[in-house]
């Protein structure tokens, strides 16, 4: 089904409020959502219970207006996403669905052949995992494992589309699109050839992603066993960061009290000092690739165009790649010199 059609056959007159009644191949929207988590939603996203589908309807009909073209999901549940990572601000909700397709769509090496089994070698390193406790705000814990990598046997942007699809799972739940998520990154022996990878068009892509073209709330990012290389990595990726997300970071060194201050041991592996036993990325893993068939599904609602493509784009292509890449030598001595 192409963007065009969606539009065409869904959106409602002014004012409507009930279009699901007359569309039955669409999901209608059920809340998950505590009591608590309602109120936690009224409270830091805006979100009214009483409005919640008529803001919904609200963004469906600009998507359908301003981008006819678009070709995403129109589905509540998948446009709430967008609504609470930006506040229930439709303008800002709008922009984010756009940026979130032109993403996907400007860095085929990442979204081409999206699908947990393609990045099972990944997963099985250990470069990513979400541990199974959360933390006392309900938030999930991503943790980031650069060192479990080994460039000879895959490029970098595999890596990229693990934490991308880590992150489509996790945020297929409520409860992580209200209270957000929590990152825990171990750089322990990341070494300077390895550190190469990660250039600033990469980091460029990635930030953008994360921060405006993604609907997750990171609340904070801790950056564990740094060695000295990190201060060339983090130069990199500093200039991409709003100072929100930058006042985020917490590096912590070696320094596991540090850590504990933001992350309780209760619920962290004893590999961080914690007392919920060995890191055990198994769980996950059967999660995520028992997930095939539903990211087939979703992402197939996700249709690329073919005879247009999304105004105001995140990245603009050739131009950004050469700037990056002038970037990236001039940075190079700057990793030398803290390696």
Known sequence: MSGDSD???TSPSAGSLSDNEFLPDRPKYVCSLSPDLITKAREELQEKPEWRLRDVQALRDMVCKDYPSLGTCLDDAFLLRFLRARKFDYDRALQLLVNYHTCRRSWPEVFNNLKP???KPVLESGFVTVLPCLDPEGRHIVCIRPDRWTPSNYPITENIRAIYLTLEKLIQSEETQVNGIVILADYKGVSLSKASHFGPFVAKKVIGILQDGFPIRIKAVNIINEPRIFKGIFAIIKPFLKEKIANRFFLHGCDLNSLHQNIPPVILPEEYGGTSGKLDISAWNE???ASEEDFLHDFSQLVLPCDSSPQDM????DADE????DSLRGMKPQLYYCY
């Open 117 to 119: 089994s393609a990045i």
């Open 7 to 9: 539009c065409t056959r």
């Open 287 to 289: 999660l995520l690739l």
């Open 314 to 317: 995140l990245v603009s292509g």
């Open 322 to 325: 050469k700037q990056c890449d």
